[in-house]
């Protein structure tokens, strides 16, 4: 982990995807002569960035640099503070839109990067963290959430129902 996390500070400030990122390391662990057993492929390249408190997710199995302990306790409490929300399923698109001012103080590119750092170190009761970047607030479910909500909303057209809830929730129609 720590070598991984050496090498994404060198290499990583800006999103890598695995592929590129495996080449790099495996060079310079070839050029360093260290062990064989320090060479990474996309297992080991998946497993440390989702346990590291340093490197936060992008899009596509992407990931970046970005030091989470350095986030003070102000800007995670505000960042628990976005989640004031009715049950539901949401994006963190949405709160990543809203919240565009917050998230370049942050560092925050995308709503992916939003989604891991909520994943890895905010914890809120009722709140899950479910497939990036969709998470749950209350105890439902999204095929029960949407059903739900779309019957509130009858009668509705599917594509009036798909740009409402893109709108509302953040959830996009694909």
Do not use: C, W
């Not at 002569?33 to 340093?54: H, P, V, W």
């Not at 750092?117 to 209350?138: L, N």
């Amino acid at each position: 982990l720590a070598l991984f996390e050496h090498l994404v500070f060198n290499f990583g400030e800006v999103a890598v995807q695995p592929d590129e990122f495996i080449e790099i390391a495996n060079e310079y662990v070839t050029n360093k002569e260290f062990s064989e057993y320090l060479m990474f492929d996309k297992n080991s390249i998946n497993g440390l960035a989702d346990r590291s408190n340093r490197v936060i997710r992008t899009n596509r199995y992407g990931f970046r640099y970005y030091n989470l302990n350095n986030l003070e306790t102000h800007e995670i409490n505000h960042l628990k503070q976005l989640l004031n929300l009715e049950p539901g399923i949401y994006s963190t698109a949405k709160l990543f839109k809203e919240n565009i001012e917050l998230m370049n103080e942050l560092n925050i590119h995308s709503e992916h990067e939003l989604h891991n750092i909520y994943k890895k170190i905010i914890v809120v009761p009722g709140v899950e963290y479910t497939r990036m970047p969709e998470f749950s607030v209350g105890d439902v479910s999204k095929e029960e959430f949407m059903t739900l909500l779309f019957n509130e909303l009858a009668p509705i057209l599917v594509d009036d129902f798909v740009t409402y809830v893109e709108k509302e929730y953040g959830l996009k129609s694909s």
